[in-house]
């Protein structure tokens, strides 16, 4: 049995009807407006939000608005989360559990992001995200908290925001993590890693090309702890300046 549901404009409602797409277990979703709590559910195999990865034309999954709400727990392997999300005093809170999980999200895409707390859990291997945050775009003040548990992960984000506070704890092996903080007046990264054969890149930048803002106080901390053997570790902070 296939579920199919494709959810199209949620400003005021909801319309589902069937699809024709291969995946197992797949949501469409087009929304805008204001505080909206979304919970999404899916269990099985081939688990999709939205529709392909941004180099195709297919339907991707938008919201816009603000002060809403998302919690999206997938369980099961090959999830798939694609599409870009612009809100404003936004939660979210990502569940995955499984093998070979893919993400490909814009948070802020072509619009506001501002005052996002995320909270990220994945239990599972061979997983592979690619999330941007801010997105060049406006994004006053992120919280983002990731608990990755597994190997062979390929993890890359980029945090482009005025005030970024992004903590992540990571446990297993072969693990490449990538991760960028641009232009912000603060930032600050707290990381724990614990596994070998890791490859690890932080990039942190304080402040931005033009210089500190006007009567702020541009500052960076990272704050980390790998146990881990193997590993490759490269860290580059820098600010306004250099």
Do not use: R
Not at 28 to 49: E, P
């Amino acid at each position: 049995m296939k579920n199919k549901l494709l959810l199209l404009c949620l400003s005021l409602g909801l319309t589902g009807f069937v699809s024709a797409a291969a995946d197992d277990n797949e949501i469409w979703i087009q929304q805008s407006g204001d505080n909206l709590t979304l919970n999404i559910t899916q269990k099985g195999y081939a688990n999709k939000v939205g529709g392909d990865d941004f180099s195709s034309s297919s339907i991707d999954m938008i919201l816009t608005g603000g002060t809403n709400s998302l919690t999206l727990l997938q369980d099961g392997d090959s999830n798939k989360l694609y599409g870009p999300f612009i809100a404003d005093n936004a939660t979210v809170n990502l569940t995955f559990t499984g093998d070979s999980n893919s993400m490909d999200w814009n948070v802020g895409y072509v619009g506001s992001a501002d005052y996002i707390n995320m909270l990220g859990t994945i239990d599972g291997s061979s997983n592979t995200f690619d999330i941007d945050i801010g997105y060049d775009a406006s994004a006053e003040y992120l919280n983002w908290d990731l608990d990755l548990d597994g190997s062979s992960n390929v993890f890359t984000t980029k945090v482009d925001s005025d005030n970024a506070v992004w903590n992540w704890t990571v446990n297993g092996s072969s693990n490449d993590i990538n991760t960028i903080q641009a232009d912000a007046s603060d930032n600050s990264i707290t990381a724990v890693l614990t596994g070998s054969t890791n490859d690890i890149d932080i990039i942190q930048k304080s402040g931005s090309d033009a210089g500190c803002p006007s009567g702020s106080l541009c500052s960076g901390i990272i704050d980390v702890s790998f146990v881990t053997s193997n590993a490759d570790i490269d860290i580059v902070q820098k600010d306004s300046n250099d």
